[in-house]
């Protein structure tokens, strides 16, 4: 692992869905932390303009970054894929499939100015399978692939395509929980901690303060390197 090299022997990294605009808040945080995330992106999404309405009534801005704007708000973070239209893979025809992965990361490839490598599955519940899995990995160019299922652990894991994240952002009293356990533990062997969510859902489920009180916790720590998904799982 390329942390390992480094002389580390644990990561913390982070991973964001749908490229909406409350990722221009999360990334200044990130980068006054010291701390590195994996943006994933809709291609053909950019842009448009949305509203979700929660079950108590609450309004959420749910708008995209523009196009042109992709390569400047992420800047020194990673941009990564999410399909072209977030549709669930698993219902989706083989060829619709791969075109909704591998032309999400041909543009967004483009719009980056590096060629992008990494993915997260879109929609909640079932949102892949094992047709899914090999058809990403044998007709695209992604190489590591994010599920939503967190599973609590530090453990790497062997199957990048399936990569299950520890946490969710939006619980904030597990994650800092969980970090509390990471800072502490002493280890001979690579531990990760991967964070994962959506930056729209600070505005409504964790509030940005306490995403900075997170953030104050585990940065600026000599043991830990900070990286996105790209330097630290592949």
């Known amino acids: 692992m390329f942390f390992e090299a480094q002389g580390k022997k644990k990561a913390i990294t982070f991973s964001y869905d749908d490229g909406v605009t409350q990722d221009i808040r999360l990334v200044e945080l990130l980068n006054k932390y010291g701390l590195k995330g994996t943006f994933n992106l809709n291609a053909e999404l950019l842009s448009k303009r949305g509203i979700l309405v929660r079950r108590d009534g609450r309004r959420i801005s749910h708008y995209k970054i523009h196009p042109e704007d992709v390569a400047y708000v992420y800047e020194g973070h990673e941009i990564a894929a999410h399909t072209l239209t977030h549709p669930n893979l698993t219902q989706c025809e083989d060829g619709e499939v791969i075109r909704q992965v591998e032309e999400d990361r041909l543009r967004l490839s483009e719009l980056a100015g590096y060629e992008v490598l990494g993915m997260a599955y879109p929609c909640g519940g079932v949102n892949h399978d094992d047709r899914v899995v090999d058809l990403i990995k044998t007709h695209t160019g992604i190489r590591y692939s994010r599920t939503i299922i967190a599973n609590e652990s530090f453990d790497p894991q062997e199957d990048l395509f399936r990569f299950q994240p ?11 929980e969980l970090a509390r356990e990471f800072l502490e533990m002493k280890t001979e062997t690579p531990k990760i901690f991967y964070i994962w969510g959506h930056s729209y859902e600070m505005d409504y489920a964790v509030d940005w303060a306490r995403l900075e009180e997170f953030f104050q916790l585990i940065s600026h720590r000599d043991d830990i390197f900070y ?3 790209r330097e630290i799982l592949l």
Do not use: E
């Open 227 to 229: 990286g996105t998904n």
């Open 166 to 176: 520890t946490v969710h952002s939006s619980g904030f009293d597990k994650m800092m």
